[in-house]
């Protein structure tokens, strides 16, 4: 018995050794790693994503509404309806208009093949050939005029249904039945949630070593404790204040050098429905660099 308690306790101490000895290993791969790397850090960092102005494309009375404020849509999804009958009369009276054309052209290439023959024979002068032939022209060139319409009619007719260009969220849904809008009146947000960003603004004293295609941490303060994945997708040809209304003048005898900040955007790769994200959002952002990178 003793002897058995002996092996266990030098097995005991070679798996102690083992793991003492690849924890010793990884700490020294990790400092290794991390001496190859360095980064810079910001708090001024807000998150964002594509925002469609959802509008109808033609004018009318709100027929119906398939959705709800802040809910989650499908791409294709039914969102909202104007009232399709007088677009659908439209369509019928140029399908109408179409049948007339058709039996209006039939008529005149049958009085034009019939003039040019007696023509030929000099019953008929070729004055009146070549004015039944400018005829046929006109009432082609009528008819696809009719075609037009009708397309466009029933073009009108298929954007009565509005539906979702894309995966994403509701914003500022207030339609309802009864409402009349107007072709392009923007109506309600659909953020896209197919891609999210980051936009961090960095000094510009840091944007030295930042670099297209750099790795980056993100925290969002909506979830303190989860760590989104990033990479640094485009850097900002200006600083944020370069682009505003009234960009600030140095050209005064007063002037103040301020540290500029330079947006940065950096694309969420990790996404997750357990997150879900919120436009606008705050967070804090690191971007890892390579020491041994030149400029």
Known sequence: MSRLSQMARALLRQKALLAFIAVLAAYGLYVYWRSL??????????????????????????????????????????????????YKIA???????????QALLANAEAISG??????AHRFLSSQASETAQTTVKAD???LAAARAAL???QL????????????????????R???????????????????????ANFKETSLSHIALGDRAHIHVDMYPNHLFRGKVIGISGGSGTAFS????ENATGNWVKVTQRVPVRILILDPNPRWPLRIGTSADVTVFFRKTRTH
């Open 91 to 101: 369509v019928e009276a140029a399908r109408a208009a179409v049948q007339e054309r």
């Open 156 to 175: 009108n007719l298929a954007h009565c249904l509005v539906r979702a260009p894309t995966d994403g969220y509701l914003s500022e849904m207030k339609l």
């Open 37 to 86: 790397q360095d980064y810079v850090s910001t708090d001024d960092a807000y998150v964002g994503a594509h925002v469609v102005s959802m509008a109808a494309q033609v004018a009318g009375p709100v027929a119906q509404v398939f959705v709800h404020d802040n809910r989650p849509v499908r791409a294709h999804q039914r969102l909202f309806e104007i009232d399709p009958h007088p």
């Open 151 to 153: 397309a466009r009619a």
């Open 177 to 199: 039945p009864g409402a009349y809008v107007q072709a392009g009146q923007p109506l309600f947000a659909l953020i896209a949630t197919h891609s999210y960003w980051v936009t």
């Open 140 to 142: 082609r060139a009528a």
């Open 114 to 119: 019939r003039t040019q023959r007696m023509a």
């Open 245 to 248: 209304l009234l960009p600030p």
